[in-house]
């Protein structure tokens, strides 16, 4: 996939959501390579605020362009889980994760940051998660995942090392201890000394 596609893909879903006044960030492995060392295959992963009232105003702005479903939407929101969008030229799917009632989650979402990001010569406006969280959403899905993924583990150490002394250490820390991630995130800092 070239990286022009993820541009051409995400555009009219951020133009759409700042439109009608939905927030958003994006995580996953397009924040982990803006903050960190970008990755050849990246998943396009949004976490979102978005309520009831903005689904039809969304899924008509986006219906010409996206395989997009009004009761998969309304359903995760109920639920508080995720829904996606299949951007129909490029067929590149979009996960849209609800943001779930959960104060990390919560602060999470509060320290997002607008950013530019570049890739091949192309640029776009965007929310993108904080390094930190990016760090610590990555040891959880490397620990949910039984702390086997080689790519999560390579996209927690990328951004360790490149964000170095400009990460929040005593954050970091903090939640990593409220979220039983201690232990690895002790392992990440002492792996991206080496």
Not at 35 to 45: E, F
Not at 76 to 91: D, R, V
Not at 105 to 116: G, S, W
Not at 154 to 160: A, T
Request: glycine residues 4%.
């Amino acid at each position: 996939m070239k990286k022009t596609e993820i541009l051409k893909a995400i555009e009219p879903v951020i133009k759409a959501f700042d439109e009608l006044g939905i927030s958003y960030y994006v995580g996953g492995s397009i924040a982990s390579s803006a903050y960190g060392i970008a990755r050849a295959t990246m998943d396009v992963d949004f976490i979102s605020n978005m309520n009831f009232f903005q689904i039809k105003p969304l899924v008509e702005k986006l219906k010409t362009e996206f395989f997009i479903d009004e009761f998969m939407i309304s359903d995760s929101i109920k639920t508080s889980s995720s829904f996606n969008l299949i951007h129909l030229e490029t067929m590149l799917k979009i996960d849209v994760f609800i943001l779930k009632d959960i104060s990390f989650h919560k602060t999470a979402f509060e320290r997002k940051r607008k950013d530019t990001l570049i890739l091949e010569d192309e640029s776009i406006e965007i929310y993108l998660s904080s390094p930190e969280d990016i760090i610590l959403n990555k040891l959880e899905w490397f620990r949910m995942g039984g702390e086997i993924s080689e790519r999560q583990w390579l996209d927690i150490l990328g951004v360790i090392k490149v964000q170095g002394d400009n990460l929040d250490v005593k954050y970091l820390s903090n939640w990593a201890k409220e979220l039983s991630l201690n232990d690895l995130l002790v392992k990440a800092l002492k792996e991206s000394e080496q």
